[in-house]
């Protein structure tokens, strides 16, 4: 492994052990704890690896409230769906577009509801979710996934050139990374073209921060845990 793909791909697959070890048996609130971990550790992980060197990331007019603007927007269409004041429409979503899809998500059984208890914890899971794992995932499936699909030789790829298969692939795989995977979905399909329109991973870590925090902010303020 390259030092550029161990730096784009390890901190990535750290976050991944740290949800695999979800599935075996736990107390109710320690996944709170491995949480926090976690981000501890990947937080470390992208300060030493320095992922950044070797995935386009400069600076461009505008990019900054194109990022903003563009989180807000998948912010919306994340939390819109569950947010409606018609209960059909949301468990709806909930049951169809949720995995697993057919069956309604049990959110009341869910480890997340271990955070109203631990404040400090929860503020860990704002900052991990918004300035941990956004970056993580944007370097591993727009800086390297999109990239590497398209060619072997992936760093010298411009963002700009990659691919329409890879781009629809790497849009495939971050939509089932997570539960709710027609967001995931939306989300993937935005983020990826805004890193290729503007040749930058630079926007869509900014849109991507924007999205997770507004997330937590609401979690936090309302008490929508679900989302967490």
Sequence with gaps: MTPATRALVLPFALWIGGIVLLLFPHSYDAPAYLYAAKTLLCALALLVLKPWRYAPCAKQRGDLALGLLVGLAVYA???LPES??????TAWYR????MLPGALPDYSASWCYAYPSHPLLALVKLVGSAFVIA???EFFFRGWLMRSLT????QELPLGKVSTAAFWATVAVFAFEHDRFLGGALAGLTYGALARN??????PIIAHVTTNLLLGLQ????GHYHFW
């Design 84 to 89: 409606t004041p018609w209960p059909a429409v």
């Design 219 to 222: 979690v936090l303020l309302a």
């Design 95 to 98: 049951r169809w577009l949720v």
């Design 151 to 154: 060619q072997r030789d992936w």
């Design 198 to 203: 503007t040749n930058s991973l630079r926007a």
């Design 77 to 79: 269409l994340w939390a």
């Design 135 to 137: 970056p993580i995932e």
